[in-house]
């Protein structure tokens, strides 16, 4: 599948219209649905080659933000044979172990975060947060959609490479303004 037919692929799955409120609280008359592509076994499979590209020398492991980053990350690993953490949006409460990181993760190791959508890079930069918490180095941000509504610009400002497979334009979306 060549990337122009991915990015007509993943509009035609999760493309949505109406009123939305996005995970930063902002409104949008349009929202990406990214459980209606991770779902789909070619384009996770189509997503998981293209993640792979930046899974370089230097990337120890792979992390996927909770929960839409989760089905990226195991794509991401089947493709390169890296192994994968979980990063959690806060902990178990009163069971399990209680971790904000799901699997091995070692001090010093390289971490690729990949994550679904940025909108504000929010959740990326939180994710990213945890991960060097743990005593991991984070080498960079890898998503599938950027919105272009300031998500590039936040992880950078935040001091974290940051690459989009594509962009809301490539997806053919107007962004109303």
Do not use: H, W
């Not at 792979?62 to 089947?78: F, Q």
């Not at 390289?110 to 984070?138: F, H, N, Y």
Request: net charge positive; glycine share 12%; aromatic share 6%.
């Amino acid at each position: 599948m060549t990337d122009p037919e991915l990015a007509q692929a993943l509009r035609a799955a999760a493309l949505l219209e109406g009123d939305f409120t996005l995970r930063s609280g902002r409104k949008s008359k349009y929202y990406l649905d990214k459980y209606l592509f991770e779902t789909q076994p070619e384009l996770l499979r189509e997503l998981g080659r293209r993640f792979a590209k930046y899974v370089t020398a230097d990337v120890d492991r792979i992390a996927g933000a909770e929960l839409g980053g989760i089905a990226l990350a195991a794509a991401t690993s089947l493709e390169t044979g890296r192994p994968f953490v979980i990063v959690r949006n806060s902990k178990k409460a009163g069971y399990g172990t209680g971790k904000l990181i799901e699997g091995k993760l070692e001090q010093g190791e390289r971490v690729l975060l990949v994550e679904d959508v940025a909108t504000s890079g929010g959740q990326a930069i939180e994710a990213c947060r945890t991960l060097k918490k743990a005593g991991a180095t984070v080498v960079g941000v890898v998503v599938t959609i950027d919105r272009q509504e300031g998500g590039r610009e936040a992880v950078e400002g935040a001091g974290l490479r940051f690459e989009a497979l594509f962009t809301t334009s490539d997806l053919g979306v107007r962004i109303p303004r």
